[in-house]
Nanobody, 128 residues
Framework: QVQLVESGGGLVQAGGSLRLSCVASGRTFSTYIMGWFRQAPGKSREFVAAISGGGGTTYYANSAKGRFTISRDNAKNTVYLQMNSLKPEDTAVYYC?????????????????????WGQGTQLTVSS
């Protein structure tokens, strides 16, 4: 069983920056594919970004490219999402997720069904 705890959400003005963190339990964190997803009110959960176990492969949603950066520190069992140039449409609950299976390619990484464990979510609100 893997437990994921997100932090770092809050209220920020449009154009601002914020970094989300997600700490995972377990001794094999470096083998997990980690992803960030978000869900806005009245909308379905959507992919934001994902990173391979070693950190060498990353994928982003088109809405996140150029503004968000996913990274991880395996020594700290932590994955980050640095978000810059935030927009009101980024307002959502952000979830981190861990996939213990091996997968390849953007389609696999961006599919929420491939993730086995989810955090409780952290709220990001971007004001205009």
């Amino acid at each position: 069983q893997v437990q994921l705890v997100e932090s770092g959400g809050g209220l920020v003005q449009a154009g601002g920056s914020l970094r989300l963190s997600c700490v995972a339990s377990g001794r094999t964190f470096s083998t997990y594919i980690m992803g960030w997803f978000r869900q806005a009110p009245g909308k379905s959960r959507e992919f934001v970004a994902a990173i391979s176990g070693g950190g060498g492969t990353t994928y982003y949603a088109n809405s996140a490219k150029g503004r968000f950066t996913i990274s991880r520190d395996n020594a700290k069992n932590t994955v980050y999402l640095q978000m810059n140039s935030l927009k009101p449409e980024d307002t959502a609950v952000y979830y981190c997720a861990a996939a213990v299976k091996v997968g390849y390619g953007r389609a696999w990484y961006s599919n929420s069904g491939n993730y086995d464990y989810w955090g409780q979510g952290t709220q990001l609100t971007v004001s205009s």
